[in-house]
């Protein structure tokens, strides 16, 4: 999961596009049949961002956060990130063909950002990318998406542990960590 929902307005559901490969947390857009694809932040119509995906729809791997490993296997040759819960094979969207989309305000923790938006001073203008996270280059489409609240650091996962605060940090698919921000759109 690369999407931590602290308050948010409304998490609203759309049809997903067959195919896509959308992480929690990243920009999404609508195309022309009206279904969720991911953002790439250009300046045509299904480059317009919409709000933030709310479930993960994958195949390869889950992207929820983790709160370490474990060494399984009797010849320990796998490794297994622990999860906060469980999603269908990867795909929250498989049985109902819909995914949640954050829009209209609020405040989240992600960590689907790059480095210059990671380490953007508070209310920066955050736009989408190419790949659908954040970063603060306009990539064509000139809209803002969220402004930064607090700079990418680790974040706590609420397991005891000793990486921050007595918990573990939560681990996620950006190694700097999480950020807060406030969606705009």
Do not use: W
């Amino acid at each position: 999961m690369a999407l931590i929902p602290l308050f948010h307005v409304v998490a609203d559901e759309y049809d997903v596009k067959a195919g896509e490969t959308i992480k929690m947390g990243q920009v999404v857009a609508l195309d022309a049949n009206g279904e969720v694809i991911l953002c790439d932040g250009a300046g045509d119509a299904e480059g317009i961002a919409i709000g933030l995906a709310g479930d993960t729809k994958a195949s390869d791997q889950s992207y929820m956060p983790g709160v370490g490993s474990s060494v399984t296997g009797s010849n320990g040759a796998q490794t297994v990130n622990f999860q906060n819960r469980a999603s269908d094979y990867f795909d929250e969207t498989k049985a109902s063909g819909k995914m949640t989309v954050y829009h209209s305000g609020g405040k989240f923790a992600t960590d689907m950002f790059t480095a210059n938006a990671g380490n953007a001073a508070p209310g920066t203008a955050l736009y989408c990318n190419g790949s659908g996270n954040l970063d603060t280059a306009d990539a064509g489409s000139g809209v803002v998406v969220a402004r930064s609240v607090a700079g990418a650091a680790n974040y706590p996962s609420g397991v005891p542990g000793t990486d921050i605060n007595g918990d573990q940090a939560l681990s996620g698919s950006n190694s700097a960590g999480y950020m807060e921000i406030k969606l705009v759109i």
